[in-house]
């Protein structure tokens, strides 16, 4: 272990210095041991928590959305190309979560390599991704929840209460009034699963397993039932020609339907926020992060394939594009059957998106750059049950008023630009400390599959919208406030003299 550093050699660093410096990996390792959460989750659980988190809105509704929009049938091409980049991310976040099995994520493996106040901005980031992540699927959740009741029980719900009151216009980039009400079922999900978080990891987990396998079952019945129904000129042209806008078909077009399914693999990073609660972290994360993604992108790409050759791409565009399909092949027992396993799937993907929020401001209350009520764990069950209730009523709040197309993209971009750290860091942690044992190494070593993926994942952010880019831009913004007038003046590391009983472990080559 590297030698300690005193309170006296940190007060000696410059401010300057003190924003890039960088946490001790030993001592991390050392807090992972002596964490108050309960270990409980094993691969198996750890792999359905992947699957639970990435098989959700992806498939069920942005996959209809940038056919419809962006790419055409070549949306199959975005879905690998997004594979690609999520799948380079995967193997350097395995390789992290051996090394540093704790519950931060992204936001851990940044400070633990490239110091506080870019932990502090990936944290911030990652706040965006699971909490807007969470309010997009919980909107999808509502449209499935509407066409579920339609076909099985023949009532149709009011707009006034199912849709967002606020809607954006893609063409001229800019809000509007809709005139509805308020996403009610959005809210409504969104807050029932956040009382079952605050119960127990392993209650949840158990919960999320078994949705898990209903939903797997449903999207296999799906593309089984419906192979028979594609009609080969619905696949011709493959990649429409572009209609002048860079987003609107073209090659440009596919790239940036990339950029919008790319939400579609989130998820496999939320596994590595249980760390801290599982039973073998070291064999058992690399695992379920690769393994739930394999899965999830065949099945992505078999679902794309179908849904573009039974129906004409631009009649996609809607929130529960498997209905439209289903409906064009006449089989409505079908309908009920998918909306309800689309309902199950939603309700996972919030389920896991709201349970690595919490986990996220939980390890930053740690450290002291959120306030110490963050880091607050229920005595009887052993959650963040504090971070848990206010994660989920904003997860309502924001699902209750903003449309799933805005939602969506910002999640990606936030998303992105995390794992492009995250493969930076993998190089930076193979020169600075090649003495770590690693149980799982990426393979090819550190300068092919990180630098593809730290790549994909810039080029990917470049296709976004301007407006998107200037909402995540401006999200950052609130960020640096907050770390600067609270995060700087309250860390752990670079004010011990504020916790008495707090050791300061800083790297000395740091110093």
């Known amino acids: ?125 990652l706040i965006l991704e699971y909490l807007v992540g969470a309010a997009t699927v919980s909107v999808g959740w509502s449209g499935y929840f509407k066409m579920f009741f339609k076909s099985a029980f023949k009532v149709d719900m009011s707009d006034k209460w199912t849709e967002a009151p606020v809607g954006f216009n893609s063409k001229t980039q800019s809000f509007y009034v809709s005139g509805n009400y308020v996403n009610l079922p959005a809210i409504a999900i969104s807050l029932g ?11 949840s987990a158990r919960l999320n397993t078994v949705i898990v396998i209903v939903k797997i079952v449903v999207i296999l019945l799906f593309i089984f039932a419906c192979i028979k129904d594609i009609d080969p000129k619905n696949y011709t042209p493959f990649i429409p020609p572009n209609e002048g806008s860079f987003s609107e078909y073209g090659v440009s077009g596919m790239f940036s339907a990339a950029t919008t399914v790319f939400f579609s693999y989130i998820g496999f990073d939320a596994i590595s926020t249980a760390a801290q609660e599982s039973k073998n972290p070291q064999r058992d994360l690399p695992i379920g992060i690769c393994s739930s993604l394999l899965i999830c992108t065949v099945l992505y790409i078999a679902v794309c394939f179908i849904m573009t050759g039974v129906v004409p791409y631009k009649e996609l565009n809607v929130s529960a594009p498997i209905s439209v399909v289903i409906a064009r092949t006449g089989m409505s027992w079908l309908g009920i059957i998918v909306d309800f396993g689309a309902l199950l799937g939603l309700t996972s993907v919030i389920l896991v998106l709201l349970m690595g929020q919490p ?33 989920g009523t904003a997860c309502a709040v924001l699902g209750g008023i903003l449309p799933v197309d805005v939602l969506g993209e910002m999640t990606s971009v936030g998303t992105l630009f995390a794992f492009a750290l995250v493969n930076i860091g993998i190089i930076i942690l193979r020169f600075k400390r090649p003495d770590l044992p690693r149980k799982f190494k990426v393979p090819l070593g550190p300068f ?49 003299h504020l916790s008495p009983n707090e050791r300061c472990h800083v790297n000395k080559d740091e110093i």
């Open 193 to 203: 699963i956040t009382c079952l978080l605050c119960l127990g990891i392993r209650e």
């Open 359 to 391: 986990r996220i401001f939980y390890a930053m209350a740690k450290d002291g750059l959120f306030p110490a009520v963050a880091a607050k764990i229920h005595p009887r069950f052993k959650t963040p049950w504090v971070t848990t209730l206010i994660s």
């Open 1 to 125: 272990m590297k030698p300690e550093v005193t309170n006296y050699e940190v007060h000696q660093k410059s401010w300057w210095r003190k924003l890039f410096t960088v946490k001790d990996i030993d001592r991390l390792q050392a807090d992972a041991e002596e964490s108050p959460l309960r270990r409980s989750l094993n691969f198996f659980d750890l792999t359905a928590i992947g699957i639970g988190a990435i098989i959700g809105t992806g498939i069920f509704v942005l996959t209809g959305i940038a056919a419809a929009k962006n790419a055409g049938p070549a949306v199959v091409v975005s879905f690998v190309v997004s594979g690609i980049a999520a799948g380079t991310a995967a193997v350097s976040y395995s390789e992290m979560a051996c090394m540093i099995p704790v519950a931060g994520s992204a936001y851990t493996y940044t400070y633990a390599t490239m110091g506080e106040l870019v932990g502090w901005i990936i944290g911030w980031d």
């Open 448 to 496: 092919v599959i990180p630098v593809i993926g730290a790549g994909l994942s810039i080029l990917l952010i470049c296709t976004a919208t301007v407006s998107t880019i200037i909402r995540l831009f401006a999200w950052m913004g609130i960020g640096l406030l907050i770390y600067i007038f609270y995060g700087r003046t309250h860390s752990k590391i670079n004010n011990p």
